[in-house]
Each structure stands twice: as C-alpha cells, then as structure tokens.
C-alpha cells in the first residue's frame, strides 16, 4: 500500500480491481465510504462478482477472470486517445511510457469488451469517471495477483496510475489490501524463499551483510548450507513444496541440492488454504516427520493419511506474546500481551529458541540481539549484556540492520510509544498531534531515522524528505537504452538540494551527489553504501540535504529482467475462452522454478478444457473468516454465522443441472479432484460461474475426516476445502497459485 | 463545507455525542427515583462502577487482517473478561468486523490445541514439550547430517509479529536452507 | 389415529430441528415483515394482535369467567336444579371406550381451562415461576386431548348432528327456564349438548393447531404459507388471535357443561362415570331418544 | 429533568453485512450460540442497485407494543427510553414477537419439547432490574455498558459507523449530515416511523 487507509478519504476516485474490502477489510472500508459521503468520491469497483463492495459502488463492470491487465489497457487507450495523461509528469518520472501507449493502442473498447465480456460502453464510462476525478487512489488485492500473469497484473495497475499522475499523491496511489495482519511484516521480514529480511535478496553479499549484522562468521553460515550456492538460490515456496516431497508422483524435475524433501515444520500457516489440495495431501502422506505448532489444530494433521510422526504443537495466540506488527499501510504498531499462553502452550520464539538450543546454534542465533552499533560503523556486542529481553531486543536488532526500507527508526521503544498514545494521531493523515507532533500514526516505513516521523505515502515529491517525501527509488543503474532513468530537472522532493533526479547514495558518490565532504572518521566509518551503512552517516546526510537515499529516479513501465518487458495479456491456463488461446498463449513451462519445474504452456494446450469444464470458478473470502479459517471456526459465535461450507451459484445454472437450493453439489475440476459442496443460490455471480470460500478443511473429496481431530480439539465448523478443486497454474515470477481464474464442471449430488 | 460539519461527519457517534453519552449515564446513577407510571421502576441506586474489579485494559492489535483495527482488552487475574472499543484507535476507531468482535472468544475458545502431541500408529498421543522437541530436534539432525539441510521446508506465517517471522527466517538460515516461506505466496 | 400420533411427532421433531436463528421471522422475511407492520395493504395483524391483546383479551376472559357462572349462580337460585328420581330402571349409554375417551378429554380441560386463565391474568399472578409452570402444564395437557379427540370426535358425530328437534330445544332453550318436567324433544344428546360437541371438537382442533403454532413458534411450514400466502410472524398473530377468540367460546361452553352435568341436572354427571342413564332424565330431557329406546325395547 | 430518548439508527448506505455488531452483542453479553440480539440482514443481494443491509434489534419504541401485550408486565421503560423486562418475570408466551414490529424478541429453547424460556432481546446494554453490575444481572441480561457510562457495545463496534445509537439528537444530527453530503436528498430513516412515529 503506497498510501494509507485514511488517506483513501482524500481520494477523488476509487477504482478497485480484484478487491472485495467491504468483506476482507470491513473497518478499512469505513475509509472508502466517508470518501464518498465527504469528498463525493467515486466508487469504481471491477470484479467477476457483484461483490458487498460492489453493492456501494457507483459504476461496476463484471468481468471475466484473468482479463485486467486487457481492461486497463483498454482504459489507457481511451485515456491516451483523448489525452487525459499527466503529459509533464509521464516525462518528468515514468521510464518506457511510449512502449504502453503502443500496446494500448490495439486495445480499442471492442477488442477489450470482447476478451474481458465488459461492454465497450461501460469500460469508457469508468475511464471517463475515473480519468476526470483525480486524484485516483486503485486498490487491488489477491484478484489481481492469484493469476500466471499476476505479476504483470500488478505491474499494469501502477502504469495506469502514473498515466493519470496519480502515484506520490495524496489521494492516490496504489493500495494493496494485504490479507493476513502481519503479512506486510512476515514479508519485510523475509519469511521468504528468494529473499533475506527486508528485500536483500540472497546474493552473497547480501548474506556476509546479514552474517555480520548477526555477529557470525559468513563461512559459518556457508557451512550449514549444502554449499554457497544453494545460499544464492530460491528455496522450494508455499505453494509448491509438495513437489519436493520424496515419493510424490510428478512429471516436474526438482532442483533441491541432491535431496527430496523428508520434514516439514509449520508454524501458523493454514496449508489446507492452498491450491493443489490433493497433491498437497500426498505430499503430507510422504513426509518422514511433520510439525505443527498452532493455537488450534493445524488442519494438515487430519487430512494427512501419515500414521507415524504427526507432532502438533500448542503455540500461543499473538495475544499471548507480544511483538510489532505491521499494518497494511507499513505502519507499525506494538500488539501488547494480553494474557499468559493459556494450556500448555508456548509462543513460535520458544518453540524456535528450543530447537535451537537442541540443534546446537542458539547462541550464535541470539547473538544479534545483544549487538549494538558504535559510532565508528563496527558492531560490537552491548557490554556487559548476556540476556536479551523478548521482543524489544529482537525489533532492535532489526531495526539496526534492516536499512533497505528504512526500519532504522522502529524501535521498539517508539513503536509502544505510537500504540500507547494512538489517540493522539488524525484519523485522515496519520500525522501525529500534540506530544506526537512531527510523526505519523505507525512510522510507515521508510522511517529513515531514528528521528524520522515516518512517510505515510510513498513517492510523494509534495512534502520534504524529513516528512515523508521521495521520488521514485533508483534500484536499476542510471540509463537504459540511451534513456535517463534517473527523474528529470525538476523532480524532486521538496525541500531537496538537488534539484533533478540522482542515483541511490553510495560512500563513493555522496560527495559528489549532494556536494558535500566527508571528515576522513565520517568515511571511515560508514559502509559501502546506504543500504549497508552500519554507522548511518550516509542517510544522516542526505536527511540533512533533503535527498532521499534510494535516489530519485523514474519508475519503470518497462522491466527488462522479466519474460514481459511490458504487461501483457496471456489467457488463463484454464480458459473458458479457447479461441483466444492461440492469440494470447501462456508463458513457455519455466524449469527450476522455485526448485521446481512448473508448467504452462504445456498445461494450456493440452486440451480444451472449457468443453468439458465449462464454468468459471472463483474463490473468495468472507467476512467471517480469515485464512485457511480455523482460528474463527473454532469460535463459536462466528461458526454459528457460516456454519458450513457452501457455494454461490446462479439460480439459472443450478436449475440447468437440478440443483435445487441448498442440495449438496459436486464441482469437479480438470485435475480429476471433487468436491461436494452446498448449493447456495446467488445473483452475485453469472450464470457461468461459481463462487466458493476458501476457509473451510475437514472434508476432503466426500469424505468426512474430522474423525482425525484428537479429542476435544474440533472446530465448531468444518467443510470441503475449495483449494482441493482449484486449479493448476501458478505465477511466472512469484510462483503464486492461479485461483482466480480456473474452471469447473458441476452436477447434483 | 464548514470544519464543524466536517467534523460531525468523520467522527459519526464521535467524542461529543460520546461523552453526552456518558453524560446521560451519569445522571441516571445520580438519580435516585424515577416517578414513572407503572411501566417505568426506580433505578437500582448505583454508581457507575466497574463490574469487574482490579482489571486493567490492555491496548493491543486485532490478528484478523492487515487493517490493524485497535483492540482494548480487559484484564482480571490473569483472565480476559471482556473485550472494549478502542474508540479512538486512529485506523479502526473503535470498529470490529465479526473476527474482530470475537478475539476474545478465539482466544479463549475450548477447542484450542492443550498440551503437544504425536501421531504414533495412527493413535494421537499426548507429549510433554521436553520429549515432543527432542524428538523433532533429533530427526532434524538427522536429516540434516544425512540428506543435507535442503531435506527440511520450513513454512511460517503472516500471523507472527515481526520478530517471530524474522527469527523465523533466521531459524532457516542456521539450518543451512532457503526452503522457508509463508502465507505471502498465495 | 396413528396417523394423526404421527403427524403429531413428526410436527415435535420439526419444531424441535428448526433452529430459531434460520426462522423466517429472524431471517429473510424480516425486513419485509417491519416494512410491512401495520401497511395499508397488509393484513395489519401486529396491530390489530397489540390493540386486542392490550384493550380486549383479559377483559373478555374476565367477563366470561364472571358473567356465565353468575348467570348460572342465578339460574340456580331463581330455577333450581332438576332432579330426578333414582328409579331401577337404567340404560348402559356410555361404554368404557365412550367413557376413558372423554375421562381424558375432561382431564385435559379441566388442566387447560384454568391453567389457561392464570396465563391470562399473568400480571395479576405477578408472572415468574408459577405462571411459568403454569403455562407448561398448559401446553403438556393438551396432548391428551390432541390423542383423544378424533376418536371423541368419531364416536359421537352420530348423534351429535344437527337436526329438527334441534330447533325447537333451542325455542324453549331446553325447558332450562322453567320448573316444569315435561318431554323435551332430544336425542341422545340435546343440541346444548351437540353445540358443545362441536365446540369442544373443532374449537379444541382450532385451538391445539393455533396453541401448537404459538408453542413451536418457528417450525417451517412452507405448505401453509404457500396456500395463506402469509408470512409465519402473520401465521402467529392470527393464531394468537384464534386462540383468545376460540377461548371465549370453549370456556363459556366448558362452564356451562360444567353447570348443567354438576348441578342443573342433579347426578347427570353419574352417567358419564358409571355409564347409566336414569330412565326418567332420558324420558324428560332426552324424549326423541327415549321413545327410540322405549320402540327397541331397552326399557 | 429534561431526558433525552435514547435511539438506534442503522445507516443502510453504510451497512456492510460484516456482522460486527451482532457478534460483539453475543460476545459482550456471553449469549446462547442460537441467539442473536442483534442480526444483520441483506436482502436482493446479488443485484445491482438494490443489494442494501441493514442490522436489525430491538428498537426501544416510544410506545413499545411489546409491554403493552404482554400477560405478565414483566417490561418497563426507562425515563431515557430503554425498554427492558424482567426474565425473572418473564414466561415465554411470545405474545411480546407477535407485537414487535421488528422480530426483536427470541426464546431459547429448554425444558420439555423445547419450550421456550425466559425471552431475550436486546437491552442497549443496559442490564435488567437486578442489581447493576451483578454477577446475576451479568448472567440473565449482559453487560450494563449504560451503567458504566460506555456506549452499546455493537455501535461502538460497528465496523464503518452505521449503526448508530445515543440520544436521539445527536443521531439525527449525523444522520442528517450525512444524507445531506451524500447528496441524495433528505430521507426518512428507515423504520424509525414505526419505531418512534418519528417523535
């Protein structure tokens, strides 16, 4: 989210694909509403579904799955065709804007109406709406992303923003409605197999970075990997572990240095709430040991059919330990303790500090939590201090050393402070009031300092550095192609003493970037560049000059580094529209893909499947339930509200097969996998399509297998999990799997 | 539109018809009867006073989604009783969806997991934490010195504050595997 | 019979599956049932059930609790009682079937009337745990009843039809009024007798279906709503409504029954006990009957 | 004393069917899975400028038909216009749901053949006749929110401030507000009519 919630007030237009905020983001969407009570704003909302948030919009198209990226195309060609593109601002900071506008010339209204099923009248009344009401803020969420393409979905959505010059405002912006409380956290965090905390990739310099930070040798740590090369390489992904297990049956080569996967530990992750249910089954049957350790009983442990080795662990609610997390908007807050890990169980560190201790690495694993920096750029272990306090110490320790999104400022110290006088913050701003002056609600990252009062909207050149202002980050050199990419004369943040665009700051190049010289102590002590600056004099300086250490450069319509330089349409692997397969074919099968061959074009041309599985299917959450769900179905008062597993279907399709409202249903898919599901009528979905939640487990295929649950431990509500029919397809670049655009066949039960 | 207007409508039951609120209330308690007709009943004599005494509220986070919604709980001995509108919580201001309404009850629900366990035989047996870990830890080793570090997938979870799912990533890279991951994938 | 024992079971187990929560009054039907409160165009029942309820319902109840034994208590004084002789000379009217059936039934009634009238004036007996109780034991007699009363309803429909006789027992009102003893026309039964009959069956099937509705409260009957075209909360106004306005009429006669088998007719109530029947009340009160009888030769 | 008259509003433009105030009644006030004081309805849903939600409860009417039907007087209504009743006194008759304009009355089910109990309906957190704040009052009404000077717990958690409640000024003041800035033209409140005849 480039903005944040409140700010969603200031917008003049809200357009919003694949997001159902009314359902996944209630109090969020509170936001929304005033906007239009206070600021007249418009409500866009483009969705298969006619959504809750649908039903406050003011113009809504219903879509096809999988076509957005033929849908904002579609816009750009109207926008650019009446030339309603922020014209100085696409020059002063978008790199490859010219090479869209080619591309979204061949998307008139008709071609785009025919693809994505929008009539052509309604895509020009939303560009029209949309393209004259600005500043825009566009809001996406998993309708986006859970597609092959969802990269480029979520690439195309900035371009259409910096067309309107809607990104770095007020108002506007991207917002990504996050899912879980703490994935933004989780994921600055690195919980990640392709990534070290806070984006530092996995290069080796990286890791002697992270090394060092955690007071370790690096050869240390090369020795616990198989060699330094699985270091630099991504490891096997939620989505697709499966394939690693030893034994499972598959055609797709796996890359895991030598070895097929024998364990698997979960710590809180519903894995009964990811695509491939059956495969993700067999995968479980074949594991020599499984951990689980969750509040509730991890729903893996019943589906599994593995007799032996099954260990569930008891942790403890986040209410039962405390920690920072992370608010959609890159705000922190402190989530105090509330009471005392209730049975028997135990917060994820001590179960974790526990393996260490027995896998004997614990102390070089605290180790970080007891190191400080000194003044001179070196890191040395806190005198006299031998135990660390849980969890200050840790949000210290990654505090000091996440620089890349400038977490520099997140104390733990300064976060409780921001929680415990929440009160003091405005509601629409974020800006801090009274004893909280000079900060915003969270310090939204990037807080560069320890001083910094946070940047509540990302890319803003509006507002000072000190206040939250930067340009875009410069992260991919300084020309392409002859072309500047760096931002043109003129574009900067405020206040700034540069007055054009300049590259992210280096040891080498801050003296002559902000003209400036360093005291020979002062180059001494500072690192190679911002990002790994342990002493923080290079962000100290350029905090001084008003220039943002990241740079200030264009953004990137174009990205070279990805099979699409620009976004464009594939059809999904398992579409309903075979005739346009052949004009908008998947991506080549990619090897090696997260340790694991994956598959497209060879899965989309194998058959047509829209004959025999004509019906879209598509998944969502609902306002009950977050996740795989066990945590709300194991609550009373909730499960009584969604009491079971259900799909929406139109009255017109149900009738056709002799499904009669509330009947049992089954929905198979192309995989050979089924469901049976109640039948729920629905307007909210066309006739050629289907709607089911994804937070029910416990059933699997017709079977009953809550019988698995030990005593005493299950929930008040359970179901068929609709991931079990979901269908193959995963994303080129984040390997996410395709949920959002697959297809089915039904018939009564 | 003028400021006060403005204001009547970002806050909708805001502080002022709040504390009114609280106001009436007042006055009740400091009303000792109420003359009514026979369908109105004099007023317990009472103050406002707190049911539960010697609680203390704790201001924390909603773990439903990524708004953040403020959440103020009370505290008994050591006992959750009661959740309480963090009303003026600048994102949520004092709102809950259902999953947010319920934390309490999520926390304090029956079926959670108590104590660990095992599968052995196909038959759930109870563990205590001691053996449950020593025999994790073992089979890890185990793994680890026989099939390399990569025989291990480590899955976390978007529901971890910060520290935990840094430590988490921490975890793995001392394991020596970059099989770890989490809910951001899907 | 069975049938009807099954039809009643099955009416338990749907009431007792129906959850309260997936009810039409709490759920879909309920925007439409506030809308449509006390609409122009709808049945206007809620206030109509409020007005009665509130102004009418006890008041009516009192009137009859006090008005017909007082008028009773005058009939008594002013008239007297008939008496008539213990003569030999008696006919086995009512066997042991006749007589366990409508044992029951009076059992019931004799729980339900007064049970009845304490739900009434619930304010007057302060409400809680004895009207409460009462209230149980209301609706747990009533499934005697309900077992009984289509056998009751079978076993007498013969007689208890309407006929010519009828009309000039209702001329005289039944020789009631006067001192006299002489022939009145009547079959076995009189028509105070069959307007009892036919109180006591229909009225009491009336006032168990409308009681039943009110007890379960949310059982689905899509049947019924589809032939009334009414919503349940409507269903339950109008039984609510029947229910009081039947009650006036089944209390009024269930006195009167009362009165005349206790003390209009002294020992009349001997007969339905033992099942005999005086010749001389059979030749006074039941004259049709008894020159039938006298014809067969059963005297 | 001038009182003010204490009102629910739901504002069905911001209505989202997120069940926030529903659970949070049941939560606050420990009730029965079974029985929702307070239950959101969507009707047309699934149709394009028709689809609206509305949370629905006890109303607290001025002239409340539910104390004037029922046979035992076990309702009283407070000078601030809360309607509460006395479970104590209460026999599960449900003459008080065939009055209520709004289906505000629920009866659990117990004893023989599910007779209904004692009835329950919403008492805008303000406990019932027994003592404030006791441990019996908790069990059989809830929490008394009013006592304690806090707002009713389901409009205090009301996810985007629909649901509204507090002295009747004050709500109609928002309200008026709000339908003003919507630009849609000053509109009645949905069932306040028959809930206040618009006093």
């Known amino acids: 989210m480039t903005n944040s919630l409140g700010d969603i007030q200031k917008s003049k237009a809200i357009i919003i694909f694949g997001a159902n905020p009314a359902v996944n983001h209630p109090v969020g969407f509170q936001h929304f509403l005033k906007a239009q009570e206070l600021n007249n704003s418009k409500l866009i909302v483009i969705d298969p579904r006619f959504t809750k948030t649908a039903a406050k919009a003011d113009l809504y198209a219903q879509i096809r799955p999988g076509t957005d990226i033929p849908f904002m195309y579609g816009m750009l060609n109207i926008i650019f065709k009446n030339g309603w593109e922020d014209k100085e601002y696409v020059d002063a900071r978008v790199f490859g804007m010219d090479k869209i506008r080619e591309e979204a010339a061949k998307w008139t209204p008709e071609v785009v109406a025919d693809v994505t099923g929008v009539p052509a009248d309604t895509l020009i009344q939303i560009t029209t709406l949309y393209a004259k009401n600005r500043p825009g803020t566009l809001i996406w969420a998993m309708g986006l992303t859970q597609h092959t393409i969802g990269t480029s979905n979520t690439r195309m959505a900035p371009i259409l923003q910096l067309a309107l010059g809607n990104m770095g405002r007020a108002g506007g912006g991207t917002n990504i409605l996050r899912g879980h409380d703490n994935v933004q956290g989780a994921t600055d965090m690195g919980c990640l197999a392709d990534s070290l905390p806070g984006y530092y990739g996995l290069a080796a310099g990286s890791w002697k970075y992270f090394a060092k930070s955690w007071g370790v040798d690096y050869d240390y740590l090369v020795k616990q990997f198989k060699d330094a090369s699985w270091m630099e390489k991504n490891g096997f992904s939620l989505a697709r572990w499966w394939a690693g297990v030893q034994n499972v049956k598959s055609d797709e080569k796996i890359e895991n240095a030598g070895t097929p996967l024998k364990a698997l530990l979960v710590f809180g992750n519903g894995i009964t709430s990811v695509a491939q249910q059956a495969k993700i089954k067999e995968g479980l049957d074949n594991l020599d040991m499984l951990v689980l350790a969750d509040p509730f009983v991890n729903e893996a442990a019943i589906l599994t059919d593995k007799k032996d080795n099954v260990f569930i662990l008891p942790a403890a609610t986040q209410f039962e330990t405390s920690g920072l997390v992370v608010a959609t908007n890159r705000s922190a807050q402190w989530r105090y303790k509330v009471v005392e890990p209730m049975y028997e169980s135990k917060p994820d560190q001590e179960i974790m500090f526990e393996l260490a201790k027995r896998l004997g690495f614990y102390d070089q694993y605290t180790k970080g939590m007891l190191m400080q920096e000194t003044k001179d750029g070196k890191l040395e272990t806190i005198p006299g201090k031998t135990n660390f306090t849980w969890p200050e110490d840790a949000t210290n320790e990654i505090a000091r050393i996440i620089k890349t999104i400038g977490l520099t400022g997140w104390t733990a110290e300064r976060v409780k402070k921001h929680t415990d006088n929440w009160h003091m913050f405005d509601e629409v701003s974020g800006a801090g009031m009274g004893p909280m002056k000079g900060e915003f609600y969270g310090l939204p990252w990037p807080c560069w300092t320890k001083t910094h009062g946070g940047s509540p909207n990302l890319y803003d050149t509006s507002i000072p550095v000190s206040e939250g202002g930067m340009g875009f980050r410069n992260n991919f050199g300084l020309e392409k192609d002859g072309v500047n990419l760096l931002a043109e004369k003129g574009s900067f943040p405020k206040g700034s003493k540069i007055e054009t665009g300049y590259p992210e700051i280096t040891k080498e190049n801050i003296e002559k970037v902000l003209g400036i010289t360093l005291s020979e102590e002062e180059k001494a002590a500072c690192g190679a560049n911002w990002k790994v600056d342990n002493s923080g004099i290079l962000v100290q300086k350029c905090m001084e000059a008003g220039v943002c250490p990241y740079g200030n450069a264009k953004a990137r319509a174009i990205v070279w580094n990805f099979p699409d330089h620009i976004p464009m349409h594939r059809e999904p692997l398992h579409s309903p529209r075979t005739d346009l397969v052949a004009k908008y074919p998947a991506y080549p099968d990619k090897a090696n893909h997260f340790r694991v061959m994956t598959k497209y074009i060879s899965v989309q041309s194998a058959q047509d499947y829209a004959k025999e599985f004509p019906i879209n299917m598509v998944t969502g959450r609902l306002v009950t339930m977050n996740g795989a769900g066990i945590e709300n179905r194991a609550s009373k008062y ?101 949920t959002k655009g697959g297809l089915c066949r039904i018939e009564k039960a | 539109m003028n400021s006060e207007t403005q204001r009547a409508l970002s806050t909708t039951v805001g502080r002022r018809s709040f504390l009114k609120m609280a106001a009436i209330a007042g006055a009740f308690g400091a009303t000792s009867s109420f003359a009514g007709e026979n369908v109105t009943r004099a007023a317990t004599e009472e103050e406002v006073k707190n049911p539960f005494p010697g609680s203390k509220k704790v201001k924390t986070i909603c773990t439903s989604c990524s708004v953040g919604c403020g959440v103020i709980a009370e505290v008994q001995n050591g006992v959750w009783v009661r959740q309480e509108v963090a009303q003026d919580h600048p994102i949520s201001l004092g709102g809950h969806c259902c999953k947010g309404a319920d934390m309490i009850d999520m926390v304090r629900s029956e079926v959670r997991l108590k104590y660990p366990m095992v599968k052995e035989n196909g038959q759930w047996k109870r563990l205590s934490w001691d053996d449950a870990l020593n025999r994790i830890a073992n089979k890890l080793k185990e793994l680890k010195s026989k099939d390399g570090a990569d025989a291990v997938q480590f899955l976390g979870s978007a529901k971890m504050s910060n520290e935990q799912a840094y430590y988490f990533r921490k975890f793995a890279a001392f394991f020596g595997t970059n099989n770890t991951d989490h809910q951001a994938r899907i | 019979m069975k049938k009807y024992l099954y039809m009643f079971i099955a009416t338990l187990a749907l009431a007792s599956t129906a959850l309260a929560v997936d009810s039409q009054i709490w759920g879909e039907m309920r925007i439409q049932n506030i809308l449509g409160y006390g609409q122009e165009e709808s049945l206007k029942l809620g206030p109509l059930f409020t007005m009665l309820q509130h102004q009418y319902f006890a008041w009516i109840f009192l009137g009859v609790l006090i008005g017909v034994p007082g008028a009773f208590f005058l009939h008594y004084k002013i008239i007297g009682p008939k008496v008539f002789p213990h003569s030999e000379k008696k006919y086995y009217a009512f066997n042991l079937y006749n007589r366990i059936i409508h044992q029951i039934a009076a059992i019931s009634f004799i729980v339900i009337v007064p049970t009845g009238f304490v739900i009434v004036f619930g304010d007057f007996f302060g409400g809680g745990m004895f009207v409460r109780f009462c209230k149980n034991l209301h609706g747990l007699f009533t499934i005697p009843f309900t077992i009984v009363v289509i056998p009751m309803a079978l076993m007498w429909l013969k007689e208890a039809l309407f006929n010519l006789d009828d009309v000039k027992w209702f001329m005289i009102l039944g020789g009631y009024l006067s001192k006299e003893k002489k022939p009145i026309l009547a079959g076995k039964f009189n028509a105070g007798q069959k307007m009892w009959y036919w109180v006591a069956i229909l009225g009491g099937i009336t006032m168990i279906l409308s009681g039943a509705f009110m007890f379960f409260l949310d059982f689905k009957m899509e049947m019924l709503h589809n032939v009334t075209g009414m919503s349940q909360i409507d269903m339950l106004r109008a039984a609510a409504i029947i229910h009081n306005v039947m009650g006036f009429a089944v209390v009024a006669l269930f006195i009167t029954h009362i009165y005349m088998s206790m003390f209009a007719i002294k020992g009349a109530v001997q007969s339905i006990i033992t099942g005999y029947v005086e010749e001389e009340e059979v030749k006074i009160l039941h004259s049709t009957w008894y020159k039938k009888l006298k014809d067969q030769g059963k005297f | 004393m001038e009182y003010a008259r204490m009102k629910f509003y739901c504002d069905e433009h911001r209505c989202i069917e997120c069940d926030g105030c529903s659970v949070a009644c049941a939560e ?61 006194k209460c026999i599960g008759c449900g003459y008080c749901l065939y009055a209520c304009p709004f289906g505000a009355p629920q009866f659990p089910r117990e004893g023989i053949f599910g007779a209904k109990g004692a009835m329950d309906k919403c008492t805008m957190c303000a406990g019932g006749p027994l003592e404030t704040n006791s441990e019996k009052e908790r069990h059989l009404y809830g929490q008394n929110r009013i006592a304690e000077g806090k707002v009713p717990v389901c409009a205090a958690m009301c996810s985007t401030k629909a649901l509204l409640v507090g002295d009747s000024e004050s709500v109609s003041a928002i309200i008026r507000a709000r339908v003003s800035s919507r630009a849609k033209g000053a509109s009645n409140p949905l069932v306040w009519d028959k809930a206040y005849k618009n006093q």
């Open chain 4, 28 to 88: 606050a006030h420990e009730l029965p899975v079974g029985i929702a004081r307070r239950k959101v309805i969507t009707i047309n849903e699934g149709i394009p400028g028709k689809e609206f939600s509305t949370s629905i409860a006890c109303m607290h009417c001025t002239d409340a038909p539910c104390e004037q039907v029922c046979p035992v007087d076990c309702f009283y209504i407070r000078e601030d216009g809360i309607v509460l009743h006395d479970k104590e």
């Open chain 1, 638 to 738: 909730i499960a009584a509200l969604t009491p079971e597993m259900f799909c929406h279907i139109h009255p017109d399709l149900a009738l056709k097969h002799g499904i009669k409202n509330g009947t049992m249903m089954w929905v198979h898919s192309p995989e050979g996998t089924k469901i049976k599901v109640k039948a729920k009528y629905s307007y909210s979905v066309l006739p050629d399509m289907v709607f089911m939640p994804f937070h029910f487990a416990g059933y699997f295929q017709g079977t009953d297998r809550t019988g698995n649950f030990p005593a005493g431990t299950k929930p008040y509500a359970s179901g068929e999990s609709v991931n079990t029919v979901t269908n193959y397809g995963y994303d080129i670049i984040t390997q996410i799997p395709e």
